[in-house]
């Protein structure tokens, strides 16, 4: 049962990742749409992503299937606890999916330029809120007995969460920043690295005073892996920052999606054995032993995850050949 519990989290914390890497350079370019030109710059960046976006929430809804599947009570504290940033979430995600696909429906430039600016707040939105609901669950929440949220909204906001947004949107800024100049070329490429720049030096000041408050506030149980973790987070945010600055841009593009997914890495290991901490009780706190559903659930399911896993895994490496290149 233990080691059904440990391979699920790992499942989960997969997905998770990969749909950090994946949406997160389509984020990540919805975060630059309005500081490109007008015309055919900002028509760039729409289609160096129009491929890939709907295929890359894909990995979001499995995370969120694969979360109620095995840690249904977890599934449930998030979601009510979250549920108008969640909804925000929503509406962003709603918003940029409709932008780009009515964009150029019309040829009208007050319609270009609605579209235009429902895409990038589209892709803000669910880049800082996300952050945030990652900076709540280090944080801790505080639960009922029958691991309900009891505080508001307003308690969700708080500094430490809000910084931690902060740092997720500047990572997913950069992300996005790399990804243009690994699909444009010219002055749009040149222009992406300069951006590239800009965001790694915001993201390297906010995540050093992310990581320093977390372990000095949040770090409950071992510190050794987190600690590896996040050096190695640092090697990876060194090696971005020399990739872009010889104009190496796929190995700067990959040095970010390793960046990103030890970050991730580092938040499971932060919070291990947990996955929603209480802070009025730590008895009240929901881990991935109390918190699962049964042994047949968890055995029937990682049958199912196991032959689902390689379609969605094997469909995102054949659409990125498909359509590899510059736009």
Known sequence: ????????????????????????????????????????????FIHSIEPF???????????????FAAFPAVYA????????????????????????EYRNKVEDPRWVAAWDIAFSFGSMLPSLLFAVAVGNLLRGL????????????????????????????????LHGALYLAVKTGGETQYKARRWAAQAWRVYAVLFFVAAGWTASC????????????????????????????????LKAFLASCASIALVMLSVVAVLFPNLVIATNDPALSLTIFNSSSSLRTLSVMLVIALLGMPVVIGYTIFIHRIFKGKV
């Open 218 to 249: 949040y770090l409950r149980n071992g510190v050794v892996l987190p600690f590896v973790l996040a050096t190695l987070a640092v090697v990876a945010l060194g090696l971005i920052k020399a990739f872009n600055s010889k104009g190496d841009d």
């Open 77 to 100: 504290t998030i979601f009510s606890g979250f549920y108008l940033p969640l909804m925000l979430i929503l509406l962003g995600l709603i918003f940029r999916a409709v932008s780009i």
């Open 142 to 173: 505080q639960l009922d007995a029958k691991g309900d949220y009891t505080a508001g909204f307003l308690a969700l906001l708080n500094p430490y969460s809000l910084v931690i947004g902060l740092v997720g949107f500047s990572m997913f800024a």
């Open 1 to 44: 049962m233990i080691t059904l519990q440990v391979i699920w989290l790992l499942l989960i914390g997969i997905l998770i990742i990969g749909y950090a890497i994946l949406d997160g350079f389509d984020l990540g370019v919805g975060c630059w749409h309005l500081c490109a030109k007008k015309g055919k710059e900002r028509s760039s």
């Open 53 to 67: 976006w709907d295929g890359n929430e894909v990995w979001l809804l499995t995370g969120g299937g694969a979360l």
